[in-house]
C-alpha cells in the first residue's frame, strides 16, 4: 500500500478540522499578548474539567481503541491535577466537569477524539516554552500539562500516527473518525467558552 493511502486519514483529519482547531486556539488565548496568569489558571481549569471525564470514558481499561493503541500514560488529568494543587486552585474534585461529551463508543470515535488530545500534547510543547517565557510557570509549578510527555513527547505522538494510520489502513469509518475530531473540538470550545 503507498504512503499516500496509508496518510490518507491522517490527512483528512488535518485538513477537514483546520476550521476548528483554529476556532479553538482563537478561543483558548494562550499563545498572545492576552496570557495573564488569571486566564492560564481559568483554563487549566477548563482543560480538567473536560478531560477528566473524556479520558474516564476513553481510556479506562482501554476502551474500544485497546486493540489498536496502549492507552496507559496517555492520562492528562494527573497533570492538570498537579498543575491546579501548584496554581493554589481548589481540590480537582471540586471543580465542575464537562457534562456533554462527544460519543465514544467506537474505536472510530475514540481515534477521532484522540487525535486532538495527542495533537494537543504536541502543541503543548510551543505552549510550555511561551508560558515559561511570558508567565514563568515551569513543569513542577504549574506547567505538567503542557511539559505533556517530556522528552517522549515525539515518540507518543509517533506511536499514535502509526495506530491510526493502521486503523485507517483497515477501517472504512474514516468519516466517522473526522466527525467525532470534530466534535471533540467543538465540544471543548464550548466547554471553554462556558466559565
Known amino acids: ?43 487549566i481549569r477548563q482543560f480538567y474539567g473536560f ?16 486493540p489498536w493503541l496502549a492507552v496507559q500514560g496517555r492520562r492528562k488529568t494527573p497533570l492538570l491535577k498537579a498543575d491546579l494543587i501548584a496554581l493554589g486552585q481548589p481540590e480537582a474534585t471540586q471543580l465542575p466537569v464537562c457534562a456533554k461529551l462527544p460519543s465514544l463508543s467506537s474505536a472510530a470515535e475514540c481515534f477521532g477524539c484522540l487525535y486532538v488530545l495527542e495533537g494537543a500534547t ?23 500539562f503542557f511539559y505533556g510527555y517530556g522528552e517522549q513527547t515525539g515518540l507518543m505522538w509517533q506511536q499514535f500516527r502509526a495506530a491510526i494510520t493502521a486503523f485507517g489502513v483497515n477501517s472504512d469509518q474514516h468519516d466517522v473518525v473526522v466527525a467525532s475530531a470534530r466534535a471533540t473540538f467543538e465540544t471543548l470550545q464550548q466547554w471553554c467558552e462556558k466559565e
Open 51 to 66: 478531560y477528566q471525564p473524556v479520558e474516564e470514558r476513553l481510556l479506562d481499561g482501554g476502551g474500544p481503541i485497546a
Open 1 to 43: 500500500m503507498s504512503l499516500n493511502v496509508q496518510l490518507a486519514l491522517l490527512t483528512r483529519l488535518r485538513v477537514e478540522t483546520r476550521a476548528q482547531h483554529d476556532a479553538i486556539e482563537r478561543t483558548v488565548l494562550l499563545m498572545g499578548d492576552e496570557l495573564t496568569l488569571e486566564l492560564y489558571t481559568r483554563r
Open 122 to 144: 504536541l502543541g503543548g510543547v510551543i505552549i510550555n516554552g511561551y508560558v515559561k517565557q511570558k508567565l514563568g510557570i515551569l513543569p513542577g509549578s504549574g506547567a505538567d
